[in-house]
């Protein structure tokens, strides 16, 4: 093997001769992704009377292991939405792109001159617009047989600064709740948060601290049902003040005796 820095892996050439890829094919079919490889796990949201909480874990993973554990599936965006984004990270890196082009579009082409966000001409793409957006996006790659294998939380604020929370999936589905969790989370989690809002109706008697306790207690359990997630966390809370985004959180009061009663695997068959 050449073992110089630049050429790591290849076989010496004046050993082995030149590498001969006449043998690979330049004029194939072309192949699309048929399913992830690394993945992130679950995304979970709860609307509250002034704002929205969102929250997912750092951990991307490769198959069944925990490959990767700074991997940040929370983007905010224009200081007033949070896209949170379970599924393959490579299209999650994909999206995050198109997202960043979006952002300087609007702000080079319509923004007056020394304007900032509080100026009445600036303009605000806000969440329900950016999630029309992005589901407009994983319709069209979805159309063209080469979806980006994601499911995406929108949250923030909507035209009239009121709480604004929804979900696209890879087929372009969109689907809109004060209450929404991805991956693992739609069944562990879903049902808590129910509990804390059960009805869109319900928003305006919530609380941050009541949102933030119930997301807080929602990642506590995934972290301990779900193989693909780990006790590190982003969580995000947008409101009219703006996104306050904390990307390395820890989960507090870890305890594992509720595992002490349960039974039907190993040993503890009775």
């Known amino acids: 093997m050449n073992h110089f820095p630049g050429a790591w892996g290849r076989p010496r050439d004046d050993v082995y001769g030149r590498y001969d890829s006449s043998y690979l094919q330049q004029n194939g079919p072309i192949n699309h992704t048929q399913s992830p490889t690394v993945t992130g796990t679950s995304v979970l949201a709860v609307k509250f009377k002034d704002g929205v909480v969102i929250a997912a874990d750092n951990l991307a993973s490769y198959g069944s292991l925990a490959r990767f554990s700074d991997v940040h599936r929370l983007l905010p965006f224009n200081k007033h939405c949070v896209v949170g984004i379970g599924g393959d990270v490579s299209d999650l890196q994909h999206i995050s792109r198109l997202l960043n082009s979006l952002e300087i579009r609007e702000s080079y ?22 999630h029309t957006y992005l589901s407009k996006v994983m319709y069209k790659r979805r159309s063209d047989f080469n979806p980006l294998w994601n499911q995406a939380l929108v949250a923030g604020l909507d035209g009239d600064d009121a709480p604004f929370l ?105």
């Open 109 to 130: 082409s319509t923004a007056p001159p020394a304007s900032s966000d509080t100026h009445p001409l600036a303009p605000r793409l806000n969440a329900k617009n950016l």
């Open 166 to 270: 929804a979900s696209v999936d890879l087929l372009g589905t969109t689907f809109s709740a004060p209450t929404l969790a991805t991956g693992f989370g739609a069944h562990l989690a879903q049902p808590i948060l129910r509990r804390v809002v059960p009805d869109e109706k319900d928003v305006e008697h919530i609380d941050r601290e009541t949102a933030v306790a119930a997301v807080k207690e929602c990642m506590k359990v995934l972290f301990y049902r779900d193989a693909r997630s780990m006790d590190r966390y982003s969580i995000a809370v947008i409101s009219k003040d703006g996104v306050d985004l904390k990307e390395d959180e820890k989960l507090e009061a870890q305890s594992w005796a509720f595992a002490e009663g349960i039974k039907g695997y190993g040993s503890q068959v009775n």
